[in-house]
């Protein structure tokens, strides 16, 4: 008899043991507690889960897959890709990976916004944002709901100030001459005759990897872009307010040192895809001198901007040391 109360109260254990390590995978804890009777009881107590944050990679641009980050600067750039010229002698400052052609994410509006001007198109046009200007590819969001509608020039405002891409592909669509189609073809038409043999353009706001250039073709581009007025004044722009039925919406642009005091930055743009990184080009009077920008394939968000702020502190530290000539 005592011999089966013996095994009886063995297994009453082992059975505690399992109850506890099945429960503990419930967040409970069972222990054994012994009364002040002698009598054994199961106590189960709660507790805290752990919740582990699972942080996923982002993919990896291009410029990352072909290795083009291994090569350092003296500037310790954090873009892949850097070219700085001065815009009047075509004297090269900087070089970095310049020949690279890879994808320039929202880069490509600046080709949009010129073919819109040098085609010299009606910017009173009233253009209403349909469901083929929403993004598939990317599922990128937008405030331009479908239904919308804004004249061109506030639709070509939008996207180089504040890269707006329905208001890009919305201004390829309605292209008077062919639609979509035949605006890509004119964006490829235009490259091919500032000499930009580096570059393809596969649609007008840059969401896709198609769109793709080097270095030296941006620098032509942003050149060329330049010398028209009014991509100077809208890509240039702080902020930007349009009236959408009985609403105000305001945009503001992507590139703060637009506000920067210290910066005169005379044309503008930038970009970002995840094939692409962060990218940027800018005019700008440094030191006296009109330089051209080209950073593409930065490895942060803010990185691109203070590669910037890096190559205008070299710049202006290299102009203390220059002795004019008598």
């Known amino acids: 008899m005592i011999k089966l109360i013996w095994m009886s109260c063995v297994l009453c254990l082992l059975s505690g043991w399992a ?133 061109r020039g506030e ?15 919305a201004l390829g669509r309605t292209f008077p001459e062919g639609g979509l189609g035949a605006f890509v073809q004119k964006m490829n038409e235009k490259a091919l005759q500032l000499g930009m043999k580096d570059t393809s353009y596969f649609e007008p706001t840059g969401l896709s990897s198609k769109n793709q250039s080097s270095a030296k073709d941006l620098a032509t581009l942003v050149g060329h872009a330049y010398q028209d007025s009014l991509l100077r004044e809208l890509s240039t722009s702080a902020s930007h307010s349009v009236e959408v039925g009985s609403r105000v919406m305001s945009f503001h642009t992507t590139n703060r040192l637009v506000k920067n005091p210290n910066w005169d930055i005379g044309l503008q743009k930038t970009g970002y895809i995840s094939e692409a990184g962060q990218c940027l080009v800018m005019q700008a009077k440094i030191a006296g001198r009109h330089l051209i920008m080209v950073f593409l394939d930065s490895a942060g968000k803010l990185s691109r901007i203070a590669d910037a702020e890096r190559v205008r502190h070299w710049v202006e530290a290299q102009q203390k040391f220059v002795v004019p000539q008598s």
Not at 155 to 169: F, V
């Open 155 to 169: 639709l070509l405002h939008l996207a180089l100030m504040a890269s707006e891409n329905r208001a890009a592909h």
């Open 19 to 151: 109850q506890a390590k099945v429960s503990s995978t419930n967040d409970q804890n069972v222990t054994l507690v012994k009364s002040k009777d002698g009598t054994v009881r199961h106590k189960a107590v709660k507790l805290k889960r752990s919740i582990k944050r699972v942080s996923v990679p982002l993919r990896p641009s291009y410029g990352q897959l072909a290795g083009l980050h291994q090569l350092s600067d003296d500037l310790s750039l954090k873009s892949s890709v850097a070219y700085v010229i001065d815009q009047d002698t075509h004297e090269v400052l900087l070089s970095k990976n310049d020949q690279a052609v890879l994808p320039i994410a929202s880069i490509t509006k600046l080709m949009t916004g010129l073919i819109v001007s040098e085609n010299k198109l009606d910017l009173s046009q009233p253009i209403t944002i349909t469901d083929d200007d929403v993004d598939m590819e990317k599922g990128s969001s937008s405030r331009l709901r479908v239904g919308t509608t804004l004249t």
